[in-house]
Nanobody, 124 residues
Framework: QVQPVESGGGSVQAGGSLRLSCAAS????????MGWFRQTPGKERDWVAR???????NYVDSVKGRFTVSWDNARKTLYLEMESLKPEDTAMYYC??????????????????RGQGTQVTVSS
């Protein structure tokens, strides 16, 4: 069972930046599909960003232009660079991945593997 581990969360003021990282000891190559979702207490999970097997990144509209998802093949690590953070970005952020060949057709929230999350808190 692949167990991704996130790191990099923290508390910042609005307008600040954070970089989240995600790695798994089982990853010897880039998972076919991977991404990030977030959740705040009492609310549904929202997907944030993903990279499909073709390498193309996709973002939810609310983070376009502010967040960047990327994969470092040398470090076998998935990143989420977050800039111009807003209080509404406050959430627990989860790394998620899937290695099924049809993962491009799978919703990010339904990927096979996910981490335990890292908290991001943005104060106004």
């Amino acid at each position: 069972q692949v167990q991704p581990v996130e790191s990099g969360g923290g508390s910042v003021q609005a307008g600040g930046s954070l970089r989240l990282s995600c790695a798994a000891s089982e990853w010897t190559k880039r998972p076919d599909c991977m991404g990030w979702f977030r959740q705040t207490p009492g609310k549904e999970r929202d997907w944030v960003a993903r990279i499909n097997d073709d390498g193309a990144p996709n973002y939810v509209d609310s983070v376009k232009g502010r967040f960047t998802v990327s994969w470092d093949n040398a470090r076998k690590t998935l990143y989420l660079e977050m800039e111009s953070l807003k209080p509404e970005d406050t959430a627990m952020y989860y790394c998620t991945a899937d290695d099924r060949s049809w993962c491009r057709l799978i919703k990010t929230l339904e990927f096979r593997y996910r981490g335990q999350g890292t908290q991001v808190t943005v104060s106004s």
